[in-house]
């Protein structure tokens, strides 16, 4: 596992000292002590020189750090509230000095259903990606009541418009995507 997270932050830092933007940020106003505040969510923010996770604290000297987006999420930008001067390169940031207390948060995106949170599912009949899906209509009727505006126990035969089927039951029409079901 330390190999692998070596691995990501040796990648991450690679591509970080490809370019960097250099801003001065001063959108609030500066205390005595010298403190960041880290607001990260949908992941976690490694600093760089020791690998471990950063939650925030003092600020003494320059500071690096990566945020890891959970799966099914993608990094967007970092926003940085205060007086500090930092330099970004997607999803690293370096902090070279700070005045006062400084807010870092990342900004994230969900773009996909996590496999992370579905790849346990085992049931059986649960349809795999790739396979396909065959489905079997049974009409049936009992008591036919005419009596009203709506027959009560009329059978319903399926309505394709388009690629949607339109479906009765009960008191309800329903209407289903003819590719997903849904």
Partial sequence: MDKLRTAIIVSFLAVALMGFTVIN????????DNNILLSCTHGH????TSG???????FSNELSLLFVPDPGYEFVKWNVVGDC???SNRT??????????????SECRNYSTSVYLTKHIVEEDVIMPGESMIMNWTFRSTDLVKSGGTWLGMPCTPLIVGDVVYV???DFLYALDINSGA
């Fill in 92 to 105: 690293a940031i370096t902090v070279s000095s700070v005045n006062g207390q400084v807010t870092i948060s």
């Fill in 85 to 87: 001067v930092y330099s």
């Fill in 45 to 48: 923010v490694i600093e760089v």
């Fill in 52 to 58: 471990q996770e950063y939650e925030g604290g003092v």
């Fill in 25 to 32: 940020s001063s959108e609030s106003i500066a205390t005595s």
């Fill in 168 to 170: 009765r039951a009960g």
